[in-house]
């Protein structure tokens, strides 16, 4: 998906340099989403911390950004590969010890169908601005007996928006697809997509799913 390749815009890959913000997805309304450049770039804190205890063999972060949860497996001995649109991103997550490929989910993948488990934090579930079709995607991805681990927005959101990072400077990158989705619509969309729900929970204000393939 050609769209994915907004991520490169300037003011992302600017943002991913320094470590730090302001940095928003913009609606074409002109609603702003802040967006945790400064947590993305620091290292896993205890929300994460519950994800990667419930991660299980090999690991592939969808849109890794910077690297946190790839760098946290490596440090502790745990096979993980990062993947993103954003070849800043990328280096950033090699820089950190972490292993990572500029990649979009939608290219070919090393070990499709063997993944042990495939997270899509960080908003990530809105990647292409439909939700069916990366979940029907991740499960191409996992082995058997893998496991998906989502993070939703806040429970009642559901929508399909076309976005633009900007900075609140002015400077702004292309206009791409995007999703937001809460638990209630995000429970909906696995079971369309083959999987089943297999748990959730909060941490600091964040709210998880685990999905488990039919």
Sequence with gaps: MDSLRAWRADPYTDALRSGRGP????RGDGWLLPLEIERWCAAADSA???VLARCRGPVLDIGCGPGRLVTALAALGRPALGIDVSQEAVDRTVRGGGTALCRSVFDPLPSEGRWGTVLLVDGNIGIGGDPEALLA????????DGVAIVEAAAPDV???????VVDGRGARGAAFPWARVGIRALSAYTEAAGWTADGSWQAEDRWFLQLRRR
């Design 158 to 164: 559901d929508e399909r928006v076309d976005v633009r």
């Design 48 to 50: 994460d911390s519950t």
């Design 23 to 26: 940095l928003f997805l913009r």
């Design 137 to 144: 995607r991740t499960g191409e991805l996992v082995g058997p």
